[in-house]
């Protein structure tokens, strides 16, 4: 099961979560991308509900 926590853990180093919202929960970039890798679809910032959503979106990210 994937936790706040856990996502913290594993991804705290690059992104800040926050589950303070009414939509869900979001991360965004403790040191945002440059135009050249956000144009090679990265983002600064991310929204998603459910939390298993937005564990994707991370694990896509970090991929990159």
Not at 7 to 30: F, M, N, P
């Amino acid at each position: 099961m994937i936790t706040v926590g856990k996502l913290r853990e594993k991804y705290g180093g690059t992104w800040e979560i926050s589950t303070d919202l009414a939509i869900g929960v979001a991360a965004w970039r403790r040191k945002y991308l440059g135009e050249d890798a956000l144009g090679r679809n990265g983002v600064n910032n991310m929204c998603a509900s459910p939390l298993d959503e937005l564990a994707a979106k991370l694990a896509a990210q970090e991929a990159m």
